[in-house]
Structure formats: structure tokens, C-alpha cells
């Protein structure tokens, strides 16, 4: 999992929640084999997206990349979801996907 201020305000907050999502969330549920990491960052896009949970947004796109999704893919996602999420939903993600790819 990469560092960044809200992992760290998670640390120093609820350490053992840090420790929690280190250990299982992104050392063994993101690892699993059924699905790649792309297939998680667009399910865990999606999933974050549908609930309307912004602040986790930015980061789980900039995942999203790194795992292989291209911002064409992301918007046309978004696209999608925006007749099962909701506009709102959806113009709220795009206000969120960074310019470019990084």
C-alpha cells in the first residue's frame, strides 16, 4: 500500500486498523489470483463511485492507473455508471479523475 497523508493519519489515529488493511486488505485480498489488479482497482472504482465516497476517489484512481487502467477505460466507467450510480455520482468522479495519466 503506498504512503500518503491519509495512510499516515490512519496510523497515527487507529494503528491497528493501518496494520489491518496493510496486512489483509492489500497483502492478501488485492493478491488473490481469480481477479488481477486492474479487475480490483475497476470493481473497488466502481464499488467507491456507486456509494458516493470522494475522498477515497483520488487515490483509487491514481491506483487504478498504476494497475493498468487507462483514463480512457476510467471515464467510459464512469460513463456507464452514471444510469446505475446516479449523475451525481458520476459527475462527482469525474471531477475527481486526474488530467492525465500518470
Known sequence: MAENAALQ???SVAPR???LSEQILF?????RSPLSPRDRSLAT???????GRERQLAWHFRYGLANGLTRQELV???THLAFYAGWPAAATALACL?????
Open 9 to 11: 493519519q490512519m496510523i
Open 98 to 102: 486526474p488530467e492525465e495519466e500518470s
Open 45 to 51: 472504482l466502481a464499488a467507491l463511485i456507486a456509494l
Open 17 to 19: 486498523l493501518a496494520e
Open 76 to 78: 467510459e466507467m464512469i
Open 27 to 31: 497483502g492478501d485480498i488485492w493478491q
